[in-house]
Every structure is written in C-alpha cells, then in structure tokens.
C-alpha cells in the first residue's frame, strides 16, 4: 500500500493504576511498523501510583504521545474522552496491561479494508510473569475456562459477536455515540452489539494478537470475573436477545454446587455428587491446559478456573436490576466528533 493511502491510526489507552506496564504498552505501539501517521492518547485516571509520572515521561519522549484526564476513573469514560481528543480516521483500543504484537496495526487496518467490517479485532492472549499469572492465562485461554470464545482460544477468522479491544472505522464510533458510560464492564460487547444492530460488521482474526497480563491475585481476578458477569446480565436486559448458552452455564454451576451442597449437608450425600463432579472436571481440564508449565503454575489452575466460573456466576446472578434501569435512563451515548 503506497504511503499516501495508509490511512493514519489513533492509538487510544485507558489507565489507571497502571505503572507496572505503560511504558511497555506503549513501547509496543510506537514500535510497529506503519507507514501512516501515528497518535496515541493516553485517557489517565484517579491513580494512586507512578502511572500519571510514567505518562508524562512518555509525553516527552515522544511527540506523538499525549495524555487526557478522565476524573471518573471509569474505563467507557476514559475511551470517550481519548477518542474526542484524538483526530485520525482509524481508532485503536489498547489496554495499558495489553501489548501488541508486531504488526497488529498494519494488519488491523488491511483487514479493515479487506473486510468492510466496522471494527476487527483479534485474540487476547494471556501470558503470565509468575506462578500464578500463568495458571490464570492457561484458564483464561483453554475451553474449559472460557468456553469457545475465539478471541480467547483462537478459532477461524469470521464475522464475531465481539472481538478483543478493537480497531474501529472513526465513523462507527461517532454513528454510535462511542461507549456506553454506564456499562463500568462489558463496554466492549455492548458497542459491538449496537454496531451489529445498525448494520455494521464485526470481525475477528487470529492474525491479530495482544499479549495480556492476567490479574496478580485470586482477589483481583475474582473481583474482575464477578463484574465480568454482573455486567454481562446488564447487557443482557438492555439488549433482549444478546445472551445464549455459554453465558448461562456458570450461573447455572453455580446454582447446582450450591444446591449439591445444601442437599448432601441437609438431606443425602449423594449431593455431594455435583460439586464434586465439578471438582474433578475443573482438575482433569486443568491438565491440558497446564501443558509446558511448572508444577507450581499447574497445580494453581483449578483453583484459577474454580475463581473464574464461580464469581463471574456469582455476578451474573446478583447483578441488581437497578443497574439496568440506570443504563436505560442513558440510552445514547454522548456523540463525539475528532478533536480539530
């Protein structure tokens, strides 16, 4: 593709508390090879640690590099807010804990080309630094863990519900209002559904990859799967129609452990059965899925996986319905245009 036609890219970050891996993020944005122009938008939360000093350094290391508060702390807000300040055609979401992989841009931005789709994106793949950031990736990418999501496990490129964070056509997320502030988590799903509801295409390809750090302690990743699922029943009152099976089936483990255990306690032990078969299944699928790594990481990946399916049931099933009737009371998102 001849220079002049290489659309140029907005880069666009949210962060907050993110000292341990901004540099590194960003590192491997302006790394990438790609011949159009370049912007990244660092959207800097309420953080408590280096995070804002790491930006600023950043900012004057590179002219392409600039920063926007976003006082709310609030991921959706945070995108919003980069987006507005950013001007160029093509919008990239990247995490500031993600990592793209050499050539992720170029390639997003012939696939959106190639495809027409509105937004194209690829696998997030989980990779570890210690013991236990490793048992939590083997869970976050094995089926076991997350089902068939492909942008987890990988699959055949396609048109896709949702994908990983996004390269998006500015248009689409100006047709559509940008982010849902009100939706803390499943932000992504719910753009992606209202850009498939207005005609647009969603794309996904394993040839896009972001490398991904899992969260540092069992707290941390229960806290995120049980908002995972909390917001994911939100998406699915505000959009009738938006669930299917593989969203139901922790909620309903959930429900049979805890009704296995109020049965075999109470009345028989023969309702230890369920738990117990759940038990076995998460340690047997624990195996695959720790192929190659220590012993140590192996041995935490059913307690990574008992984590993830539990509290993202938990959260689905205790999800208030007032947290929906918020979200309806806000239905369009605030339209942004470029910033001139």
């Known amino acids: 593709m001849p220079q002049q036609q290489t659309p140029a890219v907005s880069v666009i970050i949210p962060v907050l508390n993110e000292e341990r891996h901004l540099r590194n993020s960003v590192r491997h944005i302006l790394e990438q090879e790609y011949a159009g ?4 938008v660092i959207a800097l939360g309420p953080s408590t640690d280096r995070t804002d000093e790491i930006a600023a350094e950043l900012v004057k290391e590179d002219p392409r590099v600039s920063t926007v508060p976003n006082p709310t702390g609030r991921t ?6 980069a987006i507005q300040a950013s001007r160029h055609p093509i919008v990239v979401r990247v995490d500031g804990h993600g990592m793209l992989s050499p050539g992720y841009i170029a390639t997003a931005v012939r696939l959106l080309e190639e ?5 194209v994106g690829g696998i997030m793949h989980a990779e570890g630094e210690n013991a236990w950031e490793e048992a939590v990736a083997a869970a976050m990418t094995s089926k076991i863990g997350v089902g068939n999501a492909a942008f987890h496990t990988g699959g055949q490129a396609g048109p896709a519900d949702t994908v990983y964070l996004g390269v998006f056509r500015r248009e689409a997320l100006e047709q559509q209002g940008g982010y849902n502030v009100e939706f803390i988590r499943a932000q992504d799903w719910e753009l992606n559904f209202r850009i498939r509801e207005a005609g647009g295409g969603v794309w996904f390809s394993p040839e896009l990859k ?17 908002d995972y699922g909390k917001w994911r029943h939100v998406v699915a009152r505000y959009h009738s129609g938006s669930i299917n099976l593989r969203y139901l089936a922790p909620p309903a483990a ?7 255990l109020v049965v075999g306690a109470a009345v028989t032990p023969w309702g230890f059965v369920i ?5 076995a299944a998460i340690v047997a699928g624990s195996v695959p899925a720790g192929k190659g790594l220590s012993l140590k990481a192996r041995a935490q990946i059913p307690l990574a996986l008992a984590t993830m399916h539990m509290c993202w049931g938990y959260g689905f099933l205790t999800s208030p319905r007032s947290l929906a009737k ?6 369009r998102p605030a339209v942004m245009a470029p910033a001139k």
């Open 37 to 40: 122009e370049m912007e990244v």
């Open 76 to 81: 959706p807000a945070a995108l919003n807010a």
């Open 115 to 119: 495809t027409g789709a509105q937004n």
């Open 210 to 226: 972001v490398q991904y750090r899992p969260r540092p302690t069992v707290r941390a990743l229960a806290k995120q799967y049980k």
């Open 254 to 260: 959930v429900c049979a452990i805890a009704a296995g």
């Open 275 to 279: 738990p117990g078969g759940y038990l």
């Open 326 to 331: 918020k979200v309806i009371a806000s239905r």
